[in-house]
């Protein structure tokens, strides 16, 4: 076999583009099935060698097969003569003449074409399953995607594969996600892309096909419980206490009607925003139990009703929960929650202000944000705490390496990210969220806008309190609109009420 192939090899090198050729084929044959072994050991996991892998190999070996017939069709070129004249100098005619077995020559060519066709199935197919590994995502382009890379891997989402959101399913699919994923090799290696990168909202699969596998529409039936604590900025870091009864149900027959009723398929909402962005809406189109479709036209655009339907979005999961994966915090948020979780001690005074201001402090790049973070949490607590710098030693450790891995999170500026700047539309915190619809400038033709009322999607059990079990119960009360009264519990009144 070595010997035959050695052979064919000589006698395919007719002249310097066909030699090229053959050592591009056979170096990339032979390294990547070496490389590959090392690689399904284990030995070998780096994003940019899997590029080379099963990326650079592959093209090598495809280009040293181009140039072997472009190298003969330049030398039928140069000498007037026909292939059959050339191929009987390099292999003689007992390789040409077709017997009862077949040609010698044939044979070869087509027992190499074989093993060709093999090598490029298995580095396709090893490819394919290398490129749709969140590791590649995520690593791959690492100066671009790092930030979309560190968030996801502390999302809800870290152990749901990229592909499973962002590439459709079917060849389709498939072949405009390679298409696209080509273009933004361009555009890495050329510096051809925006910063920070656009979310990708017209390239999303419908949330149909994706969040829908794992989360049921039909299970949001009820109402849940969220309590979330508040820092104040005083020495004492005052923890504050809201609890809200999330209303989360469809709104279906038999059950409590939420905010989930947006995504029920008896309650279609479809809307057009201002360059299809999502966020400033030019009208809202809800469907009637009729079949009709109610507008609720922007009264500050007047020209929106000038888009026809082809520019209509049907709302679905990622029109709220656009940050579901790729999560980037608020700076006080941020804080509330490592504080809330014992990652920043409360006990440090004033640690709150201190660590809500060594965040917004602007730095220019990791090292010195590294560097100003740690000083403006130390140095203050040297100054003004001087006699207890020791025993709370540990303590300001563990609260400056909490809140540098905070800025590390969520600020990137090679990617010019700073706060604020991928916003959540999930509620009203960020940006406008809800209010993009419901907002009196939306109204129907009645003058009537989409209802505003808060407790449409929940009800405020406490708000601000100092001890966390203080809440708000209800009680029935038809004279109020959901047909519920609130009435403030201490702990002590809490206990009798239970007994």
């Not at 590994?133 to 560190?150: D, K, L, R």
Request: proline share 5%.
């Amino acid at each position: 076999m070595r010997r035959t192939y050695l052979a064919f090899l000589r006698g395919v090198s007719v002249n310097t583009f066909s030699k090229l050729g053959a050592a591009f084929a056979t170096a990339a044959a032979i390294t990547f099935l070496l490389f590959q072994a090392l690689s399904l050991v284990g030995m070998l996991g780096n994003a940019y060698f899997g590029l080379v892998l099963y990326l650079g190999f592959p093209s090598l070996f495809i280009l040293g097969l181009l140039l072997i017939p472009v190298g003969w069709w330049v030398e039928m070129k140069k000498t007037g003569q026909p292939l059959r004249t050339l191929l009987s100098k390099r292999f003689g005619d007992e390789d040409l003449e077709a017997k009862a077995t077949g040609a010698r020559l044939l044979r070869t060519v087509t027992l190499f074409t074989a093993i060709n066709v093999l090598l490029l199935g298995a580095g396709t197919v090893r490819m394919l399953h290398f490129m749709d590994s969140a590791h590649f995502c995520g690593t791959a382009c690492h100066s671009v995607m790092n930030p979309e890379w560190t968030t996801y891997q502390q999302s809800p989402h870290a152990r749901v594969k990229c592909v499973e959101c962002h590439v459709g399913e079917g060849v389709d699919a498939l072949v405009k996600s390679k298409i696209n994923g080509a273009w933004q090799m361009v555009s890495a290696t050329f510096d051809l892309y925006e910063r920070p990168i656009p979310t990708p909202v017209h390239q999303l699969r419908p949330a149909r096909e994706t969040c829908e596998k794992c989360h049921w529409p039909d299970k949001f039936s009820g109402n849940r419980i969220r309590s979330y604590v508040h820092y104040e900025s005083d020495s004492t870091n005052t923890a504050r206490y809201t609890t809200l009864m999330m209303k989360i149900g469809s709104g279906r027959e038999g059950h409590a009607t939420g905010s989930h009723w947006h995504v029920a398929e008896e309650n279609e909402v479809r809307y057009a925003s201002v360059e299809d962005e999502r966020e400033q809406m030019l009208y809202v189109e809800a469907l009637q139990p009729d079949g009709s479709w109610k507008r609720y036209t922007n009264k500050k655009l007047a020209w929106c009703g000038e888009l026809e339907h082809e520019d209509l979005r049907t709302m679905d999961c990622v029109d709220c929960h656009n940050r579901a994966t790729h999560i980037y915090e608020q700076p006080e948020d941020a804080v509330d929650e490592r504080m809330r979780l014992g990652l920043i001690p409360e006990t440090l005074p004033f640690i709150k202000k201190r660590a809500l201001g060594a965040l917004l402090n602007g730095y220019p790049d990791e090292a010195a944000a590294m560097k100003g973070i740690d000083a403006h949490i130390r140095n203050w607590y040297r100054r003004e705490y001087p006699n207890r710098i020791a025993p709370m030693s540990k303590e300001i450790d563990r609260a400056v390496e909490t809140v540098q891995a905070i800025w590390l999170r969520n600020i990137h500026p090679g990617m010019n990210i700073g706060w604020g700047a991928y916003p959540s539309h999930l509620g009203h915190q960020e940006g406008e969220g809800c209010f993009r619809c419901h907002t009196p400038d939306l109204v129907d033709d009645a003058g009537e806008s989409i209802p505003m009322d808060c407790t449409l999607c929940h009800s405020i059990l406490a708000e601000d309190a100092i001890d966390p079990m203080e809440y708000l119960v209800t009680e029935p009360d038809d004279t109020t609109a959901n047909g519920m009264q609130a009435h403030y519990l201490s702990r002590e009144f809490e206990q009798s009420f239970r007994d």
